[in-house]
């Protein structure tokens, strides 16, 4: 899998990532495009993981934030199960040897980010209409 990354919300790189999350959240988890697309994508680094060329997992990376801020990660659906996010993920975590990172993962995901190193921390939330965990790697 090739990685690429791109900060703000121009290029290629960004369009794919925003073609995933309109994919995954949007059309398959009903989020409301309003919410998914929050208007923060310009302050953020955004990676895309490509597979012969097709873009088929993101994530963004809030890093002006203490401590960063994982978010958006997705993977299209027919390319899920072939450990794609696990590698970008870890390829993103590379990048930030030794700070602390957070994310808030959807309920279903909790025990992948645990195979990442992830803790979970605290109650379960809302958001976006989905039950939430917030998750802490140190």
């Keep these: 899998m090739d990685i690429k990354q791109a900060r703000g919300n121009q290029g290629k790189v960004y369009r794919d990532a925003a073609a995933i999350r309109q994919a995954v959240f949007v059309t398959e988890q009903g989020i409301d495009p309003k919410l998914e697309f929050d208007g923060e994508d310009a302050q953020m680094t ?5 597979v012969a060329g097709k873009p088929v997992v993101t994530a963004r990376l809030n890093d002006q934030v203490a401590p960063a801020h994982i978010q958006r990660v997705a993977t299209l659906k027919a390319d899920r199960h072939h450990g794609y996010a696990f590698a970008l993920l870890q390829a993103l975590l590379n990048q930030l040897p030794g700070q ?14 645990k195979r990442l190193g992830f803790k979970r921390v605290g109650d379960a939330f809302l958001e976006v209409g989905i039950v939430h965990y917030r998750m802490v790697k140190n």
Excluded: C, I, S
């Excluded at 955004?46 to 490509?50: D, E, L, M, S």
């Excluded at 602390?100 to 980010?113: S, W």
């Design 46 to 50: 955004h990676y895309v993981g490509y």
């Design 100 to 113: 602390t990172v957070e994310l808030n993962a959807q309920e279903t995901a909790v025990d992948f980010y």
